[in-house]
């Protein structure tokens, strides 16, 4: 007999080590000494999904909704394909994952090239770190390493490869501790330099983005707009950082242009810039000669054509935030009456379109329905379409990470696992997944995971037959209509062959009942809405564009 403990068990005491508590995926051939050895783990339990790509997706929302990394798993080839989606997710989007895929014996084997492809090299664009295991002995710091990676700013995916004859080997290795780590702070004469820039200003705005979506930031933001009454705006991944019924909120940058939100921007001579992350669609453009912006983050500025910043203040965003705001003297000459003139201007456009009450449902509509039917800390997770726009300028945020969507992979299909995994993190508040027939069609096989785990939440599906944005894109550039159109199950049947409850909105009297049904009976629902999309092209790229020029 070998010396010491088996690799396997090692790893899962090195994952107990960092505080992991869940490992979603579907295991292999390759991973059955892992599974063995979780299998008698304490404190991790195993979430088996039916894909993949769904067990990855969980794993990055633990991340984005913890700080911490969420842990998935899958076999070798086939299995390790299927994570690159969901890598690609967690990396633009800032969300600590780690992914551990089997391999075939790397010593010896017998099997020739069978399901072989060279993952690491695979992964190496879309993670932070990847790693092929060649010896058990560095178990303990290569999953450090990983999990100190994946959870330092930029947060994202990494990814660790544990061939099956390694997983078999004996070692003395222990696992390590996690280190304690703060982020530096922020150069005192950078601070003095934004301050100054800031006091001299006759109009400032405040951006918020990405990167700002943090557990103390909020706070600090909402300190520092208290202090100096400067108007903020949030990106899509920025939403919900300080609460939108504050008076001083500007709206949500959910188009690229042209909304009354980037009037407001346009009306600013300075711009602060917080945590903002160019992975996201400009909330701005920037050009020669326009108004400066001031680069609040943990990170220096990737710059390009659009984005350039006159000054930079880099280290940990919170305490920048906080020491600006303890330095900075509201200046008696700042003006913002034309900013918010234009946030008044963009609510009372929208107010009609809410109250619409036609069938088909009116995107606008649906948006105030379920806003008014969830509590303040409910959280919606958006799969990827059109109705993303129309939730991120609509939908009125009141807390951070109570508003899921993707402005970084734009993916379809992570609108229905993100949903479960805020279920699982906080059985205690209202959960909803909005997707579109399209997104909800690519995961829809996890219905069946939600319903096993004992979830309560409930998918809304906006039912258009058609892959709408993109057919809405097509229209917009003068194509014919082709290509984008399909037909779906009976969604209602599709629901209840999982053991899930299944309902289709009638009229907009119905949706608002079962909004209600819904949110307050346990178990997971799905909810089939036609929607009406027509006017989305009059409104989003007319209407809004004209309006907000006239003023």
Known sequence: MAEGKKASDLFIECLEEEGCEYIFGVPGEENLDFLDSLSRSKKIKLILTRHEQGAGFMAATYGRHTGKTGVCIATLGPGATNFVTAAAYATLGGMPMLMITGQKPIKKSKQGRFQILDVVSMMGPITKFTHQMASSDNIPSRVREAYRLA???????????????????????????????????????????????????????????????????????????????????????????????????????????????????????????????????????????????????????????????????????????????????????????????????????????????????????????????????????????????????????????????????????????????????????????????????????????????GLNLTVLILNDSAYGMIRWKQANMGFEDFGLTYGNPDFVKYAESYGAHGHRVTSSEHLKELLAHCRDTPGVHLIDCPVDYSENDQILNKDIKELSKAL
């Open 151 to 453: 959870e330092e700013e930029k947060p994202g995916a990494t990814h660790i490869e544990l061939p099956e004859d390694i997983a078999d080997e004996h070692t003395d290795s222990v696992p390590l501790k996690r280190s304690l780590v703060r982020r530096p702070n922020a150069d005192a004469k950078s601070i003095a330099q934004a301050v100054h820039a800031l006091q001299n200003a006759k109009a400032p705005v405040l951006v918020i983005g990405a990167g700002a979506n943090r557990k103390m930031t909020g706070k600090m933001l909402r300190e520092f707009v208290e202090k100096t009454g400067i108007p903020f705006l949030t990106t899509q991944l920025g939403k919900g950082v300080i609460d939108e019924r504050h008076p001083k909120f500007l709206g949500c940058a959910a188009l690229s242009a042209g909304d009354f939100v980037h009037r407001a921007v346009e009306d600013a001579d300075l711009i602060i810039n917080v945590g903002h992350d160019v992975i996201e669609k400009p909330p701005f453009f920037m050009r020669e000669g326009g108004t400066p912006v001031i680069h609040v983050s943990t990170k220096t500025a990737e710059v390009d054509p659009v984005y350039f910043p006159a000054i930079e203040v880099i280290g940990d965003i919170a305490n920048a935030v906080w020491q600006m705001k303890e330095a900075v003297e509201p200046n008696p000459a700042w003006n913002f009456d034309h900013m918010l003139a234009y946030r008044a201007a963009e609510v009372a456009h929208t107010a009609p379109l809410a109250a619409d009450t036609r069938f088909p449902i009116f995107p606008p509509h649906l948006v105030q329905q379920i806003r008014d039917a969830l509590p303040e800390d409910a959280i919606i997770c958006l799969d990827n379409g059109v109705y993303k726009i129309w939730f991120a300028r609509g939908y009125t945020a009141y807390h951070p990470n109570t508003v899921l969507l993707d402005n970084a992979l734009a993916t379809m299909g992570a609108g229905l696992p993100s949903a479960m995994m805020s279920a699982m993190l906080y059985p205690e508040r209202k959960v909803m997944a909005i997707c579109g027939d399209g997104g909800f069609m690519m995961n829809s096989q996890e219905m069946e995971t939600a319903v096993r785990l």
